[in-house]
C-alpha cells in the first residue's frame, strides 16, 4: 500500500509539472530494454582523503523531520525525474535495513542523503532489492540510494558526503564498500570516482514484460570509469 500511495504521489507530482515523460520512459524500460549498471568499490584500508564541499557539511542520521525537506514533491526546485527518485527513497524509509545518513549545511538543513548497509542484512537486502545486489562479503558494506536537493547540486555535495558517509563501515568492521549506478549517469560517477570508488562489475539489467533478469560480470582490476575510455 505504501508503495502504491508514493507511486500515485510521485505520478501527481508528474503531472502537475507537466511533465510525465520520465515516468512513461520507465514503464517502457520495464517492458523491453536491457540496461547496464557500474558495480563501484572502496578499499578503506587505502589512504584516502575525503573532498570538500563547496559549503561546510556535517553528516549525522537521518531524522524524521528531514523527510518532507528532503523528499517532498511539491518545491519549486523539483527537477522531472525528482518525484520518481523521491518515491523509491520514500518506499524504504522506514524497513529497518541499514543507517539512512543525511549531510546538512550550517544551518542544519539537510541536503544529501545515503543509506549504509552491512553483511549481517544481506537477507533483507535480498528480500528487498530482489537480487539485484551481489551478496555482501563479512567485511564489505552497500551504499544505495543517494540523492542530493536540486538546489544544492553542483556544490560538490556528493563526493564529499558519499566519501565520509562509507567511512562510517569502519565501526561494523567494514573494510571495502561498494555501489551501483547507471552507466548513463555520468555526473553520478564522476561523484563516485571523487569519492574514491573505483568500477569492479558489471550488472546487466534485462526486462522483459516487467520482469528483470540480473546477470553479474567482474570487470578487470584497472577497469577506467566509461568517461574515461
Known amino acids: 500500500m505504501k508503495r502504491l500511495l508514493n507511486l500515485a504521489y510521485a505520478f501527481l507530482a508528474s503531472i502537475r509539472s507537466g511533465d510525465v515523460r520520465v515516468v512513461a520512459n520507465e514503464l517502457r524500460r520495464r517492458l523491453w ?4 549498471h557500474y558495480g563501484l568499490a572502496r578499499d578503506l584500508d587505502e589512504p584516502f582523503s575525503a573532498p570538500n564541499a563547496k559549503i561546510p557539511l556535517e553528516i549525522r542520521t537521518l531524522r524524521d523531520s528531514d523527510l518532507p525537506r528532503l523528499l517532498g514533491m511539491n518545491a519549486d526546485y523539483v527537477s522531472d525525474r525528482g518525484p520518481y527518485v523521491r518515491m523509491h527513497r520514500l518506499n524504504f524509509v522506514g524497513k529497518s535495513i541499514g543507517t539512512c545518513y543525511v549531510a546538512v549545511t550550517e544551518g542544519d538543513e539537510p541536503c544529501y542523503m545515503q543509506w549504509l548497509m552491512g553483511a549481517h542484512e544481506n537477507d533483507a537486502i535480498q528480500r528487498y532489492f530482489k537480487g539485484i545486489f551481489p551478496i555482501l562479503a563479512p567485511d564489505e558494506a552497500l551504499l544505495e ?3 542530493t536537493r536540486e538546489d544544492y547540486q553542483g556544490k560538490g555535495v556528493m563526493p564529499a558526503a558519499m566519501a565520509r558517509i562509507a567511512e562510517k563501515a ?12 547507471d552507466h548513463h549517469n555520468v555526473p553520478a560517477l564522476k561523484g563516485c570516482q571523487r569519492a574514491g570508488f573505483s568500477p569492479y562489475l558489471l550488472r546487466l539489467d534485462r526486462w522483459r514484460l516487467f520482469r528483470r533478469r540480473v546477470s553479474f560480470r567482474r570487470l578487470p582490476a584497472g577497469t577506467p570509469y566509461p568517461f574515461e575510455a
Open 33 to 36: 530494454s536491457e540496461w547496464t
Open 145 to 147: 540510494y543517494a540523492f
Open 170 to 181: 569502519e565501526t561494523r568492521g567494514g573494510r571495502r564498500v561498494i555501489t551501483f549506478v
